[in-house]
């Protein structure tokens, strides 16, 4: 068996195509990393809103460095631009938002995500005490739609989608879809099942590169 | 005629106590009161415990106040960030008390604590470690985690333009934990950078009316940095 | 004995009197009834916030006939004016600053007060199944003082200051003062204690109108 | 593009069905969505839930819904008034469920709702009748109810001026209960006064951000009656 030959999507990439997925009008909210970059991949065909947990619906891409303005950053304290139709407001009603489950969609990154759905995105051990949790819990928990934007796997080759995550949960059993840089991969009833592979990947290569038993749609393109 | 505005940073933090409970607004460099935080230090108060999203950056604002050994505990979403220094030097030292908050419930708490409910149940946490010793229980079939208001006994704020009653008005995200820490706080203390006349702000358009803000300190902004990493000490003077 | 020779005060003139109670800079919601007609007679020379349930603070008092607002109206559902410096907002954050205990005085009308500052002014009967309660269980029980502006006796003469009250409360324990057409009252540690009458009427005569016992300040003036 | 304006109060009501929880906005006469009311009339939906604060007055607009006998429940802090001659007929005849809410509560009940809270402690009610088979906790030595959120099915709003994105400012103390209702219903639909084109509406001042809107009618104001108790079926027409 010759090892497959395929090149990884880059982050800008992935950004775009999740980009694509993302439907005109939904309400999204983009956690930081790779789901930061969406914002900029978004096309100008569609009205997509995109809120920040600070108090911002609407924003658009970054700036360019001549017209930054200090007062507008997103959560990941990136400075961005207004689209027309923005509006602002306060931290408890920005999470009335988030919790109230008003936006179509959450994109996250994750250390580890399970085929149940679970997500592991905050503190990389148990005995850290002071992780920083920020707005990834109540998101998770929140929004309609939990989607997940990562690497396929750490940096060592370790899979990031297994059967049970180690790292502590930011939620159990919300994710419902999950971008890597090699594979568009949905979970449904406990089940990884892939709907999308960059080409020149066997599903054999993307098994081995997973820490749990991939399906695969029948229509997969590989 | 009421006239909440004082003369200076230090008349504005008058008569804080060592065992204050402190709420500090801003999220980012964005919207943080930094001239109160300064004057803070100054001040002295002891032992203070902090209610914010982070725990500072690099060495000036809350971590020039971590530094100075005057907070015992924080309460926070968000302490450890690449520029957390003194916050995590404290920490590990032993001399720091935590309580990681999730943002939306840090949020939730905090307006809780204004509006007069003592708790409320979420669903955020469910699941997890933060969730841990918390008491649980089911509505309409889904589990969710009780959590009480967190008031304060003091909150630094920082406003885009208040009137001499106390009504204010942000600046894009500097609205953020601001808006809502005004209203949790027995001594609201606002840092504006405008000061108008009551009458020239939008009645539709004010965030805190002025019910909320007891003392205002005019603090004009000198420049804008575009850069939201760079110390916030040469961005704002006490006028 | 001779029978008292006095004159109760008018509904303004109650109004008049508890105006002049008011501190500079206090925020104030008042109750339909007597209370709504301290809005005409507070002094100008006081900064006093008034508060309405329904999303204003800082109105002032009634337009005159030429220049009504249909948009603003109290709630008493009289259209009302705005002072400057007024804001509005909407029912929650109204009651959050009701609740949240952030304004300094509300005054309600009563059918009954107890000498413990139990009130009851929502319901005449425990057998009413549809009685009208609005804001005043809020208000009452948020409010850091509540004052009560009533006629001392009901049409009929009877009592409405009372041991304890027969309508179903409103509140218990909340009552800090009383002002009536003869009298004002403070309630303190279970006791009503007259600090004030109507010239001509005497302890004994406001006793004879009031169904609990009353203690006198001793520079009462009668 | 993105467009919720809808070209009639009849596309606006479209698939309302019977037996849902309707929330209507408005205090007094001032922001009640009165064409989308008369709508829901026509459009038919039977055996309604009503929340609201209060049961109608006259015969127009909330009374005529409940004299055309479609409602079988209503939530609100004020049935009774001189004018609520329907409700009081109806309720005396047995042909409508009443619960009684504190003002304050309701408020709370459907902020809560918007806010993904399903229940919080409220110290209104406590030895009050209406706590009857509440359940009762102490916090920091004061006694609360717990009181559970109120979402519902639709929500009937008027707002003064939306843009095609569904945000809204309202005007005056026509905000009152139209804001938290647009938060807490599966389906919001706003009759707007006055509609405008996306960024136009001050950023700062949104009251309703569009994300809480499905479905906008709008509705220009005829005439603006001084009289507060006039029918409210001249001042509007739909457009």
Known sequence: ?222 | MINKQVRSVADALEGIRDGSVVMIGGFGSVGQPDAIIEGLIEQGARNLTLIANNAGSGHVGLAKLLNAGRVSRIICSYPRSSGSVVFEALFQAGKLDLEIVPQGTLAERIRAAGAGIPAFYTPTTVGTILAKGKEHREFNGRTYVLEEALPADVALVEAWTADQFGNCVYRESGRNFNAIMATAAKLTIVQACNMTEAGTLDPEAIVTPGLFVQRIVHVPERTLLTDSSASAETRKQAA
């Open chain 1, 1 to 222: 068996m010759s090892p497959d030959s395929f090149t990884p999507l880059s982050r800008r990439a992935m950004a775009k195509r999740i980009a694509e997925d993302i439907q005109d009008g939904w309400y999204v909210n983009l956690g930081i990393g790779i789901p930061t970059l969406v914002a900029d991949a978004l096309p100008d065909s569609k009205d997509i809103f995109l809120h920040s947990e600070n108090g911002i619906l609407g924003f658009g891409p970054a700036p360019d460095p001549d017209h930054v303005d200090p007062w507008l950053i997103n959560a990941g304290k990136q400075h961005v631009t207004l689209r027309p139709g923005a509006s602002f407001f306060h931290h408890a009603d920005s999470f009335a938002m988030i919790r109230g489950g008003h936006l179509d969609l959450c994109i996250l990154g994750a250390f580890e995500v399970s085929s149940d759905g679970d997500i592991a995105n905050w503190s990389t051990s148990a005995q850290d005490m002071a992780p920083a949790v920020g707005g990834a819990m109540d998101l998770a928990v929140g929004a309609k739609r939990v989607w997940v934007a990562t690497e396929h796997t750490t940096r060592e080759g370790a899979p990031k989608l297994v059967e049970q995550c180690h790292y502590p949960l930011t939620a159990p059993g919300v994710v419902s879809r999950i971008y890597t840089n090699l594979a568009v991969i949905d979970v449904e009833n406990g089940h990884f099942v892939v709907r999308d592979m960059v080409s020149g990947l066997t599903p054999e290569g993307l098994q081995k590169l997973t820490g749990a038993k991939l399906y695969f749609r029948e229509n997969v393109n590989a």
